[in-house]
């Protein structure tokens, strides 16, 4: 079984900076490619970002690249999403995801995600 929590959401100006952290439960955290993704009313789930389980390989949505950076402590089984420069348009609920390959279609979500509004 899987749990994941994500916070560090909130509301900020256009220009400024997030983290995000999505903590899992389980003992084989470093097993799994994690994940960020992100949904904003009436669109559909767009992927953010995601890293390998060791952490050396990264991978970015042209959207985001330069400006977001993902990370991960597998020691204590959290993900992060470094989010600097935010646009309106990053306005969403993250969600962060796991999956036991690189391809985006085997991401699965469990947490209730969390919500980052930018203002202009």
């Known amino acids: 079984q899987v749990q994941l929590v994500e916070s560090g959401g909130g509301l900020v100006q256009a220009g400024g900076s997030l983290r995000l952290s999505c903590a899992a439960s389980?003992?084989?955290?470093?097993?799994?490619?994690m994940g960020w993704f992100r949904q904003a009313p009436g669109k559909e789930r767009e992927f953010v970002a995601r890293?390998?389980?060791?952490?050396?390989?990264?991978a970015y949505a042209d959207s985001v690249k330069g400006r977001f950076t993902i990370s991960r402590d597998n020691a204590k089984n959290t993900v992060y999403l470094q989010m600097n420069s935010l646009k309106p348009e990053d306005t969403a609920l993250y969600h962060c995801?796991?999956?036991?390959?690189?391809?985006?279609?085997?991401?699965?979500?469990w947490g209730q995600g969390t919500q980052v509004t930018v203002s202009s």
């Open positions: 890293i390998s389980q060791s952490g050396g390989g990264t």
């Open positions: 995801a796991f999956s036991s390959t690189w391809s985006l279609s085997d991401f699965r979500s």
């Open positions: 389980g003992r084989s955290f470093g097993a799994f490619v």
